[in-house]
């Protein structure tokens, strides 16, 4: 009975882990996703600024919340990597 038991266990040890991994990678998928959009805006708007299209008090409203956002998603990825 004894082997069942761990038999059990382990199988659902070992799906629990998969489970985890699969979770993770679509959660790192997702972050990077946004973090790629977040970066393109911001280009975007260093673009605009550099021809004149937007003036400094424009700019300096539009990008501060993507700053905050690109912030937060280096901060939660530090604890995984340093890649910010």
Same mark, same amino acid.
């Given at each position: 009975m004894?082997m069942?038991a761990t038999?059990?266990? =382990?199988?659902?040890? #070992?799906e629990?882990?998969?489970? /985890?991994?699969?979770? /993770?990678?679509?959660? /790192?998928?997702n =972050? /990077?996703?946004?973090k790629?959009?977040? @970066?393109g805006e911001?280009?975007? +708007? =260093?673009k605009?600024? $550099? $021809?004149a299209? +937007?003036?400094k @008090? $424009?700019? @300096? $409203?539009m990008? *501060?919340?993507?700053?905050?956002?690109?912030?937060?998603?280096?901060?939660? #990825? #530090? *604890?995984l990597?340093?890649?910010?």
């Open positions: 004894s069942i038999t059990i266990t =382990e199988h659902y040890k #070992n629990g882990i998969i489970k /985890g991994k699969i979770e /993770g990678k679509i959660e /790192g998928i =972050e /990077g996703i946004i790629g959009k977040v @970066e911001i280009s975007l +708007l =260093e605009l600024f $550099q $021809q299209v +937007l003036t @008090e $424009q700019f @300096e $409203q990008i *501060a919340p993507l700053r905050k956002k690109y912030d937060e998603i280096c901060m939660k #990825n #530090n *604890a990597t340093v890649t910010c």
